[in-house]
């Protein structure tokens, strides 16, 4: 009778069950009694959608991430890159000579997309001081007004594991002049001076064709050997011979910012206007889709959960574990993460907490990627929904650990027909 209990309360989270989806096992006399049961299920109606963050914080992240990639699924990407910059040295010889200005931006090791194909990469003049209007941090979504005068470009193919090398984008030969001569003749003694009149610079990657994104490095503005802005110069001596030195101009960490774009003209996710915008997976081949920089993300719903406090008066959760793959052939080029990060969040898609990671389990000797899926504890998260007094109406979203700072993707499998398809499974103790 009691099976037969559980069977009928079942239909309550179960959008269909067969003999293999429900096992019980009764627990011997030494553990408490034997009408003690643990029911495991894993046939749990998911809702699973895409979305996409209102925003995400770009801003002092150590990386400035410069290009365009144009992707079947999510359109085309591109990251331009706004630098307030700063220097140290206002003092400079009067027997100093101007040579030259340019941009150095030293590799930090992360790409995305096909880095065999060229990239150029044009400098403009920021027009406002780089600044939030409020708060302390700058978005992707956020922008400031520039020159339309080009005041240096480099076209290149990359070279971005090498992290001893470097680009130099050489600079309008007379902006080095003016800024040189003004710290000459102390007319610039502070950065305050220098903001007011040099606000900083935007560096905007060429769109025309799908290459890269390329991520470089920038540290403390005090650091040595960073991606600045740098004036050549020489002093002649006594001996009349020419040392060559140089200034500076190095990245201000907290007002540095990535500026990334996603036009998903023409892809199945053009439709994703606003934060509270949720596209099911029906709509997508039965895929869901996150990708850092750009806010889009994986949205998966267990609506019916609750429904589990209907099968027995006196019952607890034991385990709770989400089990997804990645779509085959999908990161072929595009090594997975070990782990995701997983958020809760509300129904209009605003994160509540962070709630654990999706941690990878990839059998490298599995050819048919069989054992290559993600698994996320939801024990507590089940038991929370569990013993609120009133309903949550929360679902759990997945993003990279580092999606302020990398454009990289992945494509989740949800397709209740195929082999590989999103489950849950929960066990649960009644007695």
């Known amino acids: 009778m009691k099976y037969s209990f559980i069977l009928l309360l079942l239909g309550f989270v179960m959008i269909t069950s067969c003999s293999e989806d429900l096992k019980t096992y009764p627990v011997g006399e030494d553990f408490i009694d034997n009408n003690v049961i643990i029911t495991v299920i894993d046939t749990f109606s998911l809702k699973c959608g895409t979305f996409m963050l209102d925003s995400v914080v770009t801003s002092n992240t150590g990386r400035i ?6 992707d079947s699924n999510l359109g085309q990407t591109t990251s331009q890159s706004y630098l307030k910059l700063k220097n140290t040295l206002f003092d400079i010889d009067t027997n100093a000579k101007y040579d030259s200005i340019g941009f150095v931006l030293n590799y930090d090791t992360y790409y995305y997309g096909d880095t065999t194909i060229a990239q150029t990469y044009k400098v403009h003049r920021v027009r406002k001081i780089i600044e939030p209007d409020e708060g302390l941090s700058l978005y992707n979504t956020s922008n400031f007004p520039y020159d339309n005068e080009v005041l240096g470009e480099l076209t290149f193919t990359p070279k971005p594991n090498k992290t001893s090398d470097s680009l130099y984008i050489p600079l309008n030969f007379n902006l080095g002049k003016e800024i040189f001569d003004k710290l000459k003749d102390n007319e610039i003694n502070n950065f305050d001076d220098f903001e007011q009149y040099f606000n900083g610079i935007t560096i905007i990657p060429n ?15 005090t650091s040595s050997n960073n991606s600045s802005m740098r004036i050549y110069y020489t002093i002649s001596d006594d001996d009349n011979e020419d040392n060559d030195s140089f200034i500076d101009f190095n990245v201000v960490n907290e007002d540095q910012f990535n500026h990334i774009e996603s036009n998903r003209l023409n892809t199945q996710l053009e439709n994703l206007e606003t934060s509270e915008t949720i596209i099911s997976s029906s709509y997508t081949n039965n895929l869901i889709y996150t990708q850092g920089g750009t806010g889009i993300s994986a949205r998966v719903e267990i609506p019916y959960l609750k429904n589990l406090n209907k099968i027995s008066e006196n019952g607890t959760v034991l385990d709770g574990k989400l089990l997804f793959y990645p779509l085959k052939g999908s990161y072929d080029n595009n090594p997975l993460e070990e782990s995701l990060t997983v958020y809760v969040v509300d129904h209009k898609n605003r994160i509540i907490k962070e709630l654990g990671e999706a941690v990878l389990t990839n059998n490298k000797y599995d050819e048919f990627d069989e054992n290559t899926y993600y698994t996320v504890d939801l024990t507590l998260y089940i038991e929370e929904i569990l013993s609120a007094t009133y309903t949550l109406n929360y679902a759990l979203m997945f993003q990279f650990s580092d999606y302020k700072k990398t454009v990289d993707k992945i494509l989740i499998e949800d397709d209740n027909a195929e082999e590989f398809k999103m489950k849950l499974q929960v066990s649960y103790l009644t007695y």
Do not use: A, D, H, M
């Open 65 to 70: 991430l410069l290009g365009s990639v144009i």
């Open 207 to 221: 769109t025309t064709t799908n290459s890269n994104i390329l991520g470089f490095q920038y540290k403390s503005y």
